[in-house]
Protein backbone atom coordinates (compact mmCIF):
# COMPACT_ATOMS: atom_id res chain seq x y z
CA UNK A 1 0.00 0.00 0.00
CA UNK A 2 2.84 2.41 1.31
CA UNK A 3 5.09 1.90 -2.09
CA UNK A 4 1.90 2.14 -4.19
CA UNK A 5 0.83 6.11 -2.65
CA UNK A 6 4.24 6.65 -3.27
CA UNK A 7 4.18 5.49 -7.00
CA UNK A 8 1.50 7.68 -7.31
CA UNK A 9 2.86 10.55 -5.57
CA UNK A 10 6.04 10.53 -7.31
CA UNK A 11 3.63 10.70 -10.75
CA UNK A 12 1.35 13.22 -9.94
CA UNK A 13 3.87 15.79 -7.67
CA UNK A 14 6.97 15.22 -8.35
CA UNK A 15 9.54 14.78 -11.17
CA UNK A 16 11.20 11.89 -10.62
CA UNK A 17 12.14 11.76 -6.78
CA UNK A 18 15.04 9.78 -6.19
CA UNK A 19 14.66 9.14 -1.82
CA UNK A 20 11.51 9.94 0.21
CA UNK A 21 13.37 12.93 1.52
CA UNK A 22 13.02 14.58 -1.67
CA UNK A 23 9.30 12.87 -2.59
CA UNK A 24 8.50 14.81 1.04
CA UNK A 25 9.64 17.95 0.11
CA UNK A 26 7.82 17.80 -3.21
CA UNK A 27 4.67 17.07 -0.99
CA UNK A 28 5.63 20.01 0.89
CA UNK A 29 5.67 21.91 -1.75
CA UNK A 30 2.13 20.82 -3.20
CA UNK A 31 0.80 22.43 0.22
CA UNK A 32 2.82 25.46 -0.07
CA UNK A 33 1.05 25.58 -3.37
CA UNK A 34 -2.24 24.68 -2.39
CA UNK A 35 -2.32 21.63 -4.55
CA UNK A 36 -3.14 19.54 -1.00
CA UNK A 37 -4.31 20.83 2.38
CA UNK A 38 -2.14 20.71 5.46
CA UNK A 39 -4.33 17.46 6.78
CA UNK A 40 -3.78 15.73 3.80
CA UNK A 41 -0.11 16.83 4.32
CA UNK A 42 0.44 15.49 7.34
CA UNK A 43 -1.65 11.81 6.84
CA UNK A 44 0.70 11.20 3.52
CA UNK A 45 4.30 12.29 5.45
CA UNK A 46 2.80 9.66 8.81
CA UNK A 47 1.78 6.98 6.11
CA UNK A 48 5.63 7.06 4.77
CA UNK A 49 6.78 6.84 8.30
CA UNK A 50 5.16 3.40 9.03
CA UNK A 51 8.26 2.04 6.85
CA UNK A 52 10.18 3.37 9.67
CA UNK A 53 8.44 1.95 12.63
CA UNK A 54 8.34 -0.89 14.16
CA UNK A 55 5.66 -3.09 16.14
CA UNK A 56 7.55 -2.02 19.34
CA UNK A 57 6.98 1.64 18.95
CA UNK A 58 3.75 1.41 19.42
CA UNK A 59 2.37 -2.15 20.93
CA UNK A 60 0.17 -2.29 24.17
CA UNK A 61 2.61 -3.53 26.79
CA UNK A 62 2.36 -6.76 28.46
CA UNK A 63 1.40 -5.16 31.94
CA UNK A 64 -1.81 -3.60 30.40
CA UNK A 65 -3.02 -6.29 28.40
CA UNK A 66 -5.77 -8.24 29.44
CA UNK A 67 -5.32 -11.67 28.37
CA UNK A 68 -7.91 -14.81 29.35
CA UNK A 69 -6.42 -17.99 30.95
CA UNK A 70 -7.24 -21.66 28.99
CA UNK A 71 -8.97 -23.44 32.27
CA UNK A 72 -10.62 -20.15 33.51
CA UNK A 73 -14.19 -20.61 35.20
CA UNK A 74 -17.45 -19.06 33.30
CA UNK A 75 -18.34 -17.27 35.91
CA UNK A 76 -14.93 -15.31 35.98
CA UNK A 77 -14.66 -14.73 31.94
CA UNK A 78 -18.17 -13.28 31.82
CA UNK A 79 -16.86 -10.58 34.60
CA UNK A 80 -13.57 -10.15 32.98
CA UNK A 81 -15.44 -9.22 30.01
CA UNK A 82 -17.95 -6.53 31.47
CA UNK A 83 -15.17 -4.98 33.58
CA UNK A 84 -12.73 -4.20 30.88
CA UNK A 85 -15.19 -3.25 28.44
CA UNK A 86 -12.77 -4.79 25.75
CA UNK A 87 -13.86 -6.94 22.77
CA UNK A 88 -11.10 -9.46 22.32
CA UNK A 89 -9.02 -11.71 24.51
CA UNK A 90 -6.11 -13.19 23.65
CA UNK A 91 -6.33 -16.92 25.18
CA UNK A 92 -2.62 -17.97 27.17
CA UNK A 93 -0.98 -21.00 28.85
CA UNK A 94 1.48 -19.40 30.83
CA UNK A 95 3.69 -18.03 28.12
CA UNK A 96 1.90 -20.16 25.22
CA UNK A 97 -0.61 -18.58 23.22
CA UNK A 98 -4.18 -20.68 22.33
CA UNK A 99 -5.57 -18.24 20.23
CA UNK A 100 -8.38 -15.35 20.72
CA UNK A 101 -11.83 -15.09 22.26
CA UNK A 102 -14.53 -12.42 21.01
CA UNK A 103 -16.73 -10.92 23.37
CA UNK A 104 -19.72 -10.96 21.32
CA UNK A 105 -19.19 -15.51 21.02
CA UNK A 106 -18.88 -15.25 24.79
CA UNK A 107 -22.26 -13.44 25.56
CA UNK A 108 -24.10 -14.81 22.86
CA UNK A 109 -23.18 -18.48 23.82
CA UNK A 110 -24.10 -17.41 27.18
CA UNK A 111 -27.52 -16.28 26.65
CA UNK A 112 -28.21 -19.42 24.20
CA UNK A 113 -26.65 -21.67 25.99
CA UNK A 114 -26.47 -20.47 29.53
CA UNK A 115 -23.65 -22.33 31.41
CA UNK A 116 -22.37 -24.94 28.44
CA UNK A 117 -20.24 -21.68 27.06
CA UNK A 118 -17.80 -24.65 24.70
CA UNK A 119 -14.00 -22.65 25.20
CA UNK A 120 -12.44 -24.65 22.61
CA UNK A 121 -15.36 -24.09 20.29
CA UNK A 122 -14.76 -20.64 20.40
CA UNK A 123 -11.33 -19.78 20.33
CA UNK A 124 -10.13 -17.94 17.31
CA UNK A 125 -6.62 -18.10 15.98
CA UNK A 126 -4.86 -14.76 16.30
CA UNK A 127 -1.44 -13.43 14.56
CA UNK A 128 1.81 -14.06 16.42
CA UNK A 129 4.02 -11.21 15.62
CA UNK A 130 7.60 -9.97 16.62
CA UNK A 131 8.72 -6.53 18.16
CA UNK A 132 10.81 -5.84 15.24
CA UNK A 133 7.94 -6.22 12.58
CA UNK A 134 7.70 -3.17 10.51
CA UNK A 135 4.27 -1.47 11.06
CA UNK A 136 3.67 -1.26 7.14
CA UNK A 137 4.14 -4.90 6.62
CA UNK A 138 1.39 -5.73 9.63
CA UNK A 139 -0.63 -3.47 8.05
CA UNK A 140 -0.56 -5.28 4.90
CA UNK A 141 -0.69 -8.53 6.81
CA UNK A 142 -3.62 -6.84 8.53
CA UNK A 143 -5.85 -6.16 5.62
CA UNK A 144 -5.15 -9.77 3.92
CA UNK A 145 -6.06 -11.71 7.15
CA UNK A 146 -8.99 -9.36 7.88
CA UNK A 147 -7.46 -9.73 10.99
CA UNK A 148 -7.45 -6.37 13.85
CA UNK A 149 -5.03 -8.01 16.74
CA UNK A 150 -2.11 -9.41 17.13
CA UNK A 151 0.10 -10.55 19.86
CA UNK A 152 3.80 -9.36 19.99
CA UNK A 153 6.77 -11.65 20.77
CA UNK A 154 10.12 -10.60 21.72
CA UNK A 155 13.59 -11.93 21.03
CA UNK A 156 13.03 -15.00 23.23
CA UNK A 157 9.87 -15.77 21.97
CA UNK A 158 8.08 -14.50 25.62
CA UNK A 159 4.62 -12.40 25.20
CA UNK A 160 5.87 -8.81 25.13
CA UNK A 161 2.46 -7.18 23.85
CA UNK A 162 -0.28 -6.90 21.52
CA UNK A 163 -1.18 -4.50 18.80
CA UNK A 164 -4.33 -3.50 17.44
CA UNK A 165 -5.60 -2.29 14.06
CA UNK A 166 -6.73 1.06 15.60
CA UNK A 167 -2.97 1.32 16.77
CA UNK A 168 -1.33 1.47 13.53
CA UNK A 169 -4.46 3.54 12.18
CA UNK A 170 -3.58 6.08 14.78
CA UNK A 171 -0.07 6.79 13.57
CA UNK A 172 -1.55 8.41 10.43
CA UNK A 173 -4.83 9.89 11.41
CA UNK A 174 -4.34 10.94 15.05
CA UNK A 175 -5.99 9.07 18.27
CA UNK A 176 -8.76 7.19 17.46
CA UNK A 177 -10.97 5.88 20.32
CA UNK A 178 -10.06 2.37 20.81
CA UNK A 179 -10.66 -0.51 23.76
CA UNK A 180 -6.82 -0.15 24.44
CA UNK A 181 -6.47 3.59 24.10
CA UNK A 182 -3.79 4.90 26.32
CA UNK A 183 -5.01 8.19 25.80
CA UNK A 184 -4.67 8.86 29.80
CA UNK A 185 -1.02 7.79 29.60
CA UNK A 186 1.48 10.25 28.35
CA UNK A 187 4.56 8.10 29.35
CA UNK A 188 4.18 4.13 28.97
CA UNK A 189 7.09 1.89 30.51
CA UNK A 190 8.11 -1.73 28.61
CA UNK A 191 9.33 -4.52 30.23
CA UNK A 192 12.77 -3.55 28.12
CA UNK A 193 13.29 -0.90 30.33
CA UNK A 194 12.29 1.45 27.15
CA UNK A 195 9.82 3.94 28.16
CA UNK A 196 7.19 5.91 24.94
CA UNK A 197 6.91 9.33 25.93
CA UNK A 198 4.33 11.64 23.87
CA UNK A 199 5.96 14.51 22.62
CA UNK A 200 3.41 17.29 24.57
CA UNK A 201 4.01 15.41 27.63
CA UNK A 202 4.09 18.49 30.09
CA UNK A 203 8.11 18.15 31.51
CA UNK A 204 6.83 18.76 35.25
CA UNK A 205 5.08 15.30 34.73
CA UNK A 206 8.26 13.91 33.03
CA UNK A 207 10.59 15.02 36.10
CA UNK A 208 7.81 13.28 38.61
CA UNK A 209 7.42 10.04 36.45
CA UNK A 210 11.43 9.74 36.41
CA UNK A 211 12.08 11.77 40.04
CA UNK A 212 14.33 13.86 37.92
CA UNK A 213 15.00 17.64 37.75
CA UNK A 214 15.38 18.80 34.25
CA UNK A 215 15.23 22.02 34.25
CA UNK A 216 14.19 24.48 31.36
CA UNK A 217 12.43 27.44 29.63
CA UNK A 218 9.93 25.30 27.86
CA UNK A 219 7.17 23.73 29.30
CA UNK A 220 6.76 20.32 27.01
CA UNK A 221 9.10 17.31 26.16
CA UNK A 222 8.60 17.73 22.84
CA UNK A 223 9.87 21.88 22.99
CA UNK A 224 13.13 20.26 25.27
CA UNK A 225 13.82 17.62 22.31
CA UNK A 226 13.69 20.56 19.58
CA UNK A 227 15.24 22.85 21.50
CA UNK A 228 18.35 20.85 22.09
CA UNK A 229 18.44 19.81 18.84
CA UNK A 230 18.64 23.39 17.63
CA UNK A 231 15.63 22.23 14.76
CA UNK A 232 12.80 19.97 14.12
CA UNK A 233 14.22 16.87 13.93
CA UNK A 234 13.55 13.80 11.59
CA UNK A 235 12.37 10.61 12.23
CA UNK A 236 15.05 7.75 14.10
CA UNK A 237 17.24 10.86 15.22
CA UNK A 238 18.39 10.44 18.51
CA UNK A 239 20.01 12.79 21.45
CA UNK A 240 20.80 12.88 24.48
CA UNK A 241 19.88 15.01 27.34
CA UNK A 242 20.75 15.11 30.79
CA UNK A 243 20.61 11.63 31.78
CA UNK A 244 18.23 10.19 28.77
CA UNK A 245 18.04 9.24 25.48
CA UNK A 246 15.78 10.73 23.13
CA UNK A 247 14.64 8.63 19.90
CA UNK A 248 12.19 10.38 17.65
CA UNK A 249 9.67 8.08 16.85
CA UNK A 250 6.82 9.87 14.56
CA UNK A 251 7.40 13.29 13.35
CA UNK A 252 5.89 15.56 10.59
CA UNK A 253 7.00 18.83 8.97
CA UNK A 254 5.62 20.94 11.44
CA UNK A 255 5.74 18.59 15.11
CA UNK A 256 7.20 15.99 16.67
CA UNK A 257 4.41 13.58 17.87
CA UNK A 258 6.55 10.48 19.88
CA UNK A 259 9.80 9.65 21.24
CA UNK A 260 11.38 6.54 22.73
CA UNK A 261 13.10 7.31 25.84
CA UNK A 262 16.05 5.18 27.58
CA UNK A 263 17.64 6.43 30.88
CA UNK A 264 21.69 5.79 30.45
CA UNK A 265 22.02 3.65 33.68
CA UNK A 266 19.79 1.21 31.39
CA UNK A 267 21.39 1.65 28.56
CA UNK A 268 21.19 3.77 25.15
CA UNK A 269 19.05 4.36 22.29
CA UNK A 270 20.41 2.26 18.90
Same mark, same amino acid.
Given at each position: ?????? %??????????????? &???????????? !??????????? &???? =????????????????????????? *? +????????? /????????? @????? $?????? #??? *? %??????? +? #???? #???????????????? /?? *????? =?????????????????????????????????????? @???? +?????????????????? $?? &?? !?????????? +??????? *?????????? #???????? /? @??????? =??? /??????????????????
Amino acid at each position: MINWLK %NKLAKKLCQSPKNQD &ELIKCINKAQLD !NVIDIHSLNVI &EKTL =QLEKMQVRDVMVPLSKMVTVEQNIK *L +DELLKKVVA /SSHSRFPVV @DNNDI $LGMLLA #KDI *L %NSFIDDG +D #KFNF #KESLRSIIIVPESKRL /SV *LLKEF =QQKKSHMAVVLDEYESISGLITLEDILEQIVGDIDDEY @DLES +DNIIAHKDKRFLVKAQTP $LD &EF !NEFFKTEIKS +DVDTISG *LVVHAFGYLP #KQLESITI /S @DFDFKVL =QTD /SRRIYLLEVIRREYGSVD
